[in-house]
């Protein structure tokens, strides 16, 4: 082996774990939850010989006797735990399924030869074709059903999209409540973090380490920890109620916990450090004769801020703007804690999909949603950046 071939397996040796974590501990969880989300072939797994037999049906009327068979069989030798979530499925399309499924699955066991099952009088509803579109429709192992319903749609009898009955589901809603909180804590953090910035930028010495450390001393700390505390300070009883009244600025408590307020205020101090840090680092690299030369050559100090040290701070604020946004769209533990039922985010309900239900899908059809978000913000953002710094005019 040459020197120049033994080079270059030593270097794919070193960076081979690189690759093995990223694979194990992010490309492999992102594939599951994107298979998860598309992917569902509990009908087709539990009725295998339905699924082949309904495959030539044309959805008018009932189904061939040769249908009523293969149901009758598959029925009749699947298990409960293979029959189960297909009961969930059928049912989730048509209420009612599991009890008609129940029933089938009981006289196809009770009958020696399946042939000699009559359908109608198992149940009438057999004779509804909805309830065999249903089966037909299910016996993909891939479909869109779940990513439609994670914002309210539907396919109709005739395949085409269409919206849910008002009521029957919030995802479209959450989806744009999370949204909206998301930007509203990413400017909240931007009018408190660039003049911080610019202000630790502008200092030199033990000043500039306080204010950085004060900016990176929360990071340290537990994510829970400083909710809890933001929990404990916000209350009528709280820390910030005792003062206003205490100072006479109010004569009683202020709402500020399990609601909007408590949200942003203790998002917006849980997410500054991400928008202080990398606008300091832009405006720390900005010479500081630049804004002396604008005041000799006569601007104000506001002009000189619009027309020098904003345009050139940009990558920076676009940096914190997106790092902000995009953790703020998946945060559970703050809003869940201080937050009202009408401010829980998307993360929420994928938790609730996730944990109470066992809805995998959905699970993973919300988190598909926010992974699109963030990858679209993510090259927007490298879009920016590449166009090259803004001109100072």
Same mark, same amino acid.
């Given at each position: 082996?040459?020197?120049?071939?033994?080079?270059?397996?030593?270097?794919?040796?070193?960076?081979?774990?690189?690759?093995?974590?990223?694979?194990?501990?992010?490309?492999?969880? #992102?594939?599951?939850?994107?298979?998860? @989300?598309?992917?569902?072939?509990?009908?087709?797994?539990?009725?295998?010989? +339905?699924?082949?037999?309904?495959?030539?049906?044309?959805?008018?009327?009932?189904?061939?006797?040769?249908?009523? &068979?293969?149901?009758?069989?598959?029925?009749?030798?699947?298990?409960?735990?293979?029959?189960?979530?297909?009961?969930?499925? #059928?049912?989730?399309?048509?209420?009612?399924?599991? @009890? #008609?499924?129940?029933?089938?699955?009981?006289?196809?066991?009770?009958?020696?030869?399946?042939?000699?099952?009559?359908?109608?009088? /198992?149940?009438?509803?057999?004779?509804?074709?909805?309830?065999?579109?249903?089966?037909?429709?299910?016996?993909?192992?891939?479909?869109?059903?779940?990513?439609?319903?994670?914002?309210?749609?539907?396919?109709?009898?005739?395949?085409?999209?269409?919206?849910?009955?008002?009521?029957?589901?919030?995802?479209?809603?959450?989806?744009?409540?999370?949204?909206?909180?998301?930007?509203?804590?990413? #400017?909240?953090?931007?009018? &408190?973090?660039?003049?911080?910035?610019?202000?630790?930028?502008? +200092?030199?010495?033990?000043?500039?380490?306080?204010?950085?450390?004060?900016?990176?001393?929360?990071?340290?700390?537990?994510?829970?920890?400083?909710?809890?505390?933001?929990?404990?300070?916000?209350?009528?009883?709280?820390?910030?109620?005792?003062?206003?009244?205490?100072?006479?600025?109010?004569?009683?408590?202020?709402?500020?916990?399990?609601?909007?307020?408590?949200? &942003?205020?203790?998002?917006?101090?849980?997410?500054?450090?991400?928008?202080?840090?990398? /606008?300091?680092?832009?405006? @720390?690299?900005?010479?500081?004769?630049?804004?002396?030369?604008?005041?000799?050559?006569?601007?104000?100090?506001?002009?000189?801020?619009?027309?020098?040290?904003?345009?050139?701070?940009?990558?920076?604020?676009?940096?914190?703007?997106?790092?902000?946004?995009?953790?703020?769209?998946?945060?559970?533990?703050?809003?869940?804690?201080?937050?009202?039922?009408?401010?829980?985010?998307?993360?929420?309900?994928?938790?609730?999909?996730?944990?109470? +239900?066992?809805?995998?899908?959905?699970?993973?059809?919300?988190?598909?949603?926010?992974?699109?978000?963030?990858?679209?913000?993510?090259?927007?953002?490298?879009?920016?950046?590449?166009?090259?710094?803004?001109?100072?005019?």
């Amino acid at each position: 082996m040459s020197r120049e071939s033994a080079g270059r397996l030593r270097a794919a040796a070193l960076v081979a774990p690189m690759f093995l974590f990223l694979a194990i501990f992010f490309f492999w969880p #992102l594939w599951t939850m994107v298979s998860v @989300s598309v992917r569902d072939d509990a009908i087709s797994s539990a009725l295998p010989l +339905t699924a082949t037999a309904i495959d030539e049906w044309d959805g008018e009327g009932a189904p061939g006797r040769d249908v009523e &068979i293969a149901l009758l069989t598959d029925l009749k030798d699947a298990e409960a735990s293979v029959l189960g979530p297909a009961l969930r499925r #059928l049912n989730s399309e048509i209420a009612g399924f599991r @009890s #008609l499924l129940g029933k089938t699955a009981s006289a196809a066991r009770d009958a020696d030869d399946p042939a000699t099952v009559d359908f109608g009088a /198992i149940d009438p509803r057999w004779e509804d074709p909805r309830f065999w579109a249903a089966i037909a429709n299910g016996t993909s192992a891939y479909t869109d059903r779940n990513i439609l319903a994670s914002l309210d749609l539907t396919r109709n009898a005739e395949g085409a999209i269409e919206s849910l009955p008002e009521g029957s589901s919030a995802n479209r809603l959450i989806i744009w409540r999370t949204f909206g909180i998301a930007g509203l804590i990413t #400017l909240c953090t931007l009018a &408190i973090g660039l003049p911080y910035a610019m202000l630790a930028a502008a +200092t030199t010495g033990w000043k500039r380490n306080a204010l950085l450390l004060a900016v990176l001393l929360p990071l340290w700390t537990s994510l829970l920890v400083r909710t809890a505390a933001w929990f404990i300070l916000l209350q009528d009883q709280g820390v910030i109620n005792r003062w206003l009244i205490d100072l006479g600025l109010i004569d009683g408590p202020l709402p500020l916990i399990f609601n909007r307020a408590g949200v &942003i205020i203790a998002m917006t101090h849980v997410l500054l450090p991400f928008m202080v840090l990398p /606008i300091y680092s832009v405006i @720390s690299t900005i010479p500081k004769s630049l804004m002396p030369a604008a005041a000799s050559m006569g601007a104000s100090p506001l002009r000189a801020f619009w027309r020098i040290l904003l345009p050139l701070s940009v990558p920076g604020i676009l940096a914190g703007s997106l790092l902000v946004f995009m953790v703020a769209l998946g945060y559970y533990i703050t809003p869940a804690l201080v937050g009202g039922p009408n401010d829980q985010m998307i993360s929420s309900i994928i938790a609730f999909y996730a944990l109470q +239900t066992a809805n995998w899908g959905m699970a993973g059809a919300l988190g598909l949603i926010l992974l699109v978000v963030t990858t679209v913000l993510y090259l927007l953002y490298g879009r920016l950046s590449r166009s090259g710094a803004p001109t100072v005019t």
